[in-house]
């Protein structure tokens, strides 16, 4: 639950403050957009087990090609995945790096929704653009944020392909998840009962995120 608990606090911003920078950038009308829409929604369609295995090599300690690169510029070689340290935060930036575009579509959708009047009465009355985004996107952004926010959370729970290839759980754990554990402890170890009972307890923290998104969308609607 503390690695879950790590992941959710970075995933989340990390995520979610990426794809709604995407969206802003691609919802005025320039060339490269529909590049952007192709290159960062490419990754929600493909298999996890392929993007995890790609970062897999990517992410390599002795010859990947991320520490190729930071070689050129001066830094000396990272361990990544093998250490307890960053292992977890190199899972989160791999998720959030596949998720984002998906979270980019439903933002992009929400902002085509907001009436250019809007800006435009505020630009009469002197705001600049900072001032548009603070008292008139994100506002009015809100009932979309609330459902990618909890949608971003639930996903968050489930995290188990990402660990499952590309670590095992390691290194000493840091990145072992409650489903990846209920897998280990009901599938390879055998002890179905028990994983059977973890299985219940995170379902109903799950069942709770559930309810609090529902109740919190409808007064949204409301």
């Not at 606090?9 to 691609?26: D, E, N, R």
């Not at 960062?40 to 995890?52: E, G, H, K, R, T």
């Not at 090609?65 to 977890?88: E, K, R």
């Not at 996903?155 to 554990?181: C, S, V, W």
Request: aromatic share 10%.
């Amino acid at each position: 639950m503390k690695n879950i608990g790590l992941f959710v606090i970075c995933v989340i911003p990390l995520q979610v403050g990426t794809a709604l920078g995407l969206a802003l950038i691609i919802n005025k009308k320039r060339r490269g957009n529909l590049f952007i829409k192709i290159a960062f929604f490419s990754p929600v369609v493909m298999s996890l087990v392929v993007i995890s295995v790609l970062w897999l090599y990517l992410l390599n300690p002795s010859d990947g090609l991320i520490n190729s690169a930071l070689q050129t510029v001066g830094i000396s070689p990272q361990p990544f995945l093998t250490s307890p340290n960053q292992a977890m935060l190199a899972i989160v930036f791999v998720s959030a790096w596949q998720g984002a575009g998906y979270q980019m579509l439903i933002f992009l959708a929400g902002l085509q929704n907001i009436s250019p009047e809007v800006y435009e009465a505020s630009r009469i009355d002197g705001a600049n653009k900072w001032q548009n985004f603070v008292h008139i996107t994100l506002p009015l952004l809100k009932p979309t944020s609330t459902l990618i926010l909890f949608t971003t959370l639930i996903g968050a729970f489930k995290l188990i392909i990402q660990p499952m290839i590309m670590t095992q759980g390691g290194p000493l754990n840091a990145t072992m998840t409650p489903l990846y554990y209920i897998y280990q402890t009901g599938f390879t170890d055998r002890f179905v009962g028990y994983a059977s009972a973890i299985t219940v307890i995170f379902g109903l923290l799950i069942a709770v995120v559930s309810f609090l998104q529902r109740k919190l969308t409808k007064e949204e609607e409301a």
